[in-house]
């Protein structure tokens, strides 16, 4: 789409209070099949945000909010023992085959502008990024961040065309001893960066302090901020307790001033949470959040999952999605483990398309059940190339189907390898009722 110019005054949040449509608007709503105006008036209430910074050429915009499809983020990155350019543009191509709509760059190694912006310029879906790290990168040691040295690194990669940011700035300092409770501790890297710095420094968290000042940026270039949970928990036992949940006050209170200056924002979410408590942290971050669209890690529901944790934190992405979730942060095979190759971002960006797509259905969004219906028929009429076609992963599909059943002439064959010809229930089906 055709790019704004810089301005304070041209952010879709501020488009939308005026009562006009945007071009973005009016995009969104063609792929969400729902009315422009609707659309506006959403984001208008904050409820929903289009993320699409004006200097990111060749984005197709998309909405993230609980009244649009439930949206899946994909996270790549480079760290400083492994992966470059070329692995970290086949992870975005995946990401791209496999149906993500954002993708986050969070690497911290080597080459890192020229990473993001390789992604930038290959990607029509909005990236994302955390600055702190690379402000990081830039200092010898922790205590040596600045605000002035992050707010270089914000401007920077707003100009590149970031098109949000994670900004940990409700960790304050006095929700810090909480987090000693735990038994994990802090597990945000941005957050435990911040508790660090402020531990040292005996002050205040200065991306709290000079809110306004990162505000400043991200409004010339309508970069949408993604308020990050630095005191989310690391596993079952740290679960919604007072370090989260206090954190999560000062977002929603950091929102209403976000929404003042007219910047788009998104909330952060945990994180390692119990099946029983997800719904419940929903409506918290609703109701302390003011609706603002939340945006969860998993949740991972079961700390036991090593080199499975794309599993058992899908299970709680569908539930976080059902309750209100407007955005599932993917987890890979590689989760606790170690650095995701594009396989490990294939196995994960499925786990959570599977998600999204359930909870859709779930919620009755007009349409979302259509391609389930048209599998179920498919699947009785035993139409294997319709039936990949219709896959989240036809590739996958097609493969399974074949190493058992290869050859051409099983593609029209009324029976799959499980059953055989003899012991088909769907075949028996068709011969019991005529059709």
């Known amino acids: 789409m055709k790019n704004r110019n810089t301005t304070e005054n041209n952010t879709q949040f501020i488009i939308a209070r005026r009562g006009d449509v945007s071009g973005e608007m009016r995009f969104v709503a063609e792929r969400e099949g729902l009315d422009p105006e609707f659309i506006r008036a959403e984001i208008a209430a904050g409820r929903l945000i289009i993320p699409a910074n004006i200097r990111h050429n060749g984005l197709e915009p998309m909405a993230i909010g609980k009244a649009a499809r439930c949206k899946v983020n994909v996270n790549i990155g480079n760290s400083p023992l492994g992966s470059g350019l070329e692995c970290e543009l086949e992870k975005l191509r995946l990401s791209l085959k496999y149906g993500a709509d954002t993708l986050m760059d969070l690497s911290t190694g080597s080459d890192i502008n020229g990473i993001r912006e390789s992604l930038i310029t290959h990607s029509p879906i909005p990236i994302g990024t955390v600055p702190i790290y690379q402000a990081l990168q830039e200092v010898e040691k922790v205590e040596d961040l600045s605000i002035e040295g992050v707010l270089k690194v914000i401007e920077y990669q707003a100009r590149q065309g970031v098109d949000f940011m994670t900004i940990h700035c409700g960790l304050l300092r006095e929700l810090v001893p909480l987090a000693r409770r735990r038994v994990t501790g802090i597990v945000s890297r941005g957050g435990a960066i911040m508790a660090q710095w402020m531990e040292h420094h005996e002050t205040e968290n200065f991306l709290y302090t000079d809110f306004g000042k990162i505000l400043d940026v991200c409004l010339r270039y309508d970069v949408s901020l993604s308020l990050g949970d630095g005191l989310r928990p690391g596993c079952l036992a740290d679960a919604s307790d007072e370090a989260q949940f206090g954190e999560l006050k000062i977002l929603g209170d950091l929102t209403k001033t976000a929404w003042d200056r007219g910047a788009q924002v998104m909330i952060e979410g945990p994180g390692h949470i119990p099946m029983d408590q997800i719904a419940m942290n929903v409506e918290r971050q609703m109701a302390l959040c003011h609706d603002a669209p939340f945006y969860v890690l998993g949740p991972i529901v079961t700390d036991i999952a090593a080199g499975y944790d794309h599993i058992s934190s899908a299970i709680g992405a569908a539930m976080a999605a059902q309750a209100g979730a407007a955005m599932l942060c993917y987890v890979t095979p590689k989760e606790h483990l170690g650095l995701p190759n594009a396989e490990d971002v294939r196995s994960g960006l ?35 190339e319709r039936q990949f076609e219709l896959a989240l992963d036809p590739d996958r599909a097609r493969e399974y189907h074949d190493e058992t059943l290869a050859g051409q002439e099983f593609k029209t064959a009324d029976y799959c390898s499980m059953c055989g010809p003899k012991f088909c229930a769907m075949n028996i089906s068709r011969k019991v009722t005529g059709r």
């Open 350 to 384: 499925l786990a959570y398309k599977i998600a999204a797509h359930a909870a859709d259905v779930a919620r009755h969004r007009k349409g979302a059940r259509d391609r389930d219906d048209a599998m179920a028929r498919a699947r009785y009429g035993f139409d294997w």
